[in-house]
Nanobody, 120 residues
Framework: QVQLVESGGGLVQAGGSLRLSCAAS????????MGWFRQAPGKEREFVAA????????DYADSVKGRFTISRDNAKNTVYLQMNSLKPEDTAVYYC?????????????WGQGTQVTVSS
């Protein structure tokens, strides 16, 4: 079992930046693939970014490529999402998620989410 706690959300103007953090409990963080998702009001949750165990491989939704960067620090049990050039359409609750071995059943653990609001 792992607990995930997101932080770093807030209100920012369009074009601004935010850095989200997700701190994980437990001693097996380095064995989890990690991801960020978001859900806007009235919309389904959507994939934003993912990162491999070591951080050597990343993946992004087309809508955030070139603007968002996912990273992780296994020594700190933390995954980050650096968000630059924010747009009003990035407004959503952002969730981090952990995918445990054998990595075949989707994401197993979810945080409570952090609100990101981008004003125009």
């Amino acid at each position: 079992q792992v607990q995930l706690v997101e932080s770093g959300g807030g209100l920012v103007q369009a074009g601004g930046s935010l850095r989200l953090s997700c701190a994980a409990s437990g001693r097996t963080f380095s064995s989890y693939a990690m991801g960020w998702f978001r859900q806007a009001p009235g919309k389904e949750r959507e994939f934003v970014a993912a990162i491999s165990l070591s951080g050597g491989s990343t993946d992004y939704a087309d809508s955030v490529k070139g603007r968002f960067t996912i990273s992780r620090d296994n020594a700190k049990n933390t995954v980050y999402l650096q968000m630059n050039s924010l747009k009003p359409e990035d407004t959503a609750v952002y969730y981090c998620a952990a995918n445990k071995p054998p990595y075949s059943n989707g994401y197993d653990y979810w945080g409570q989410g952090t609100q990101v609001t981008v004003s125009s």
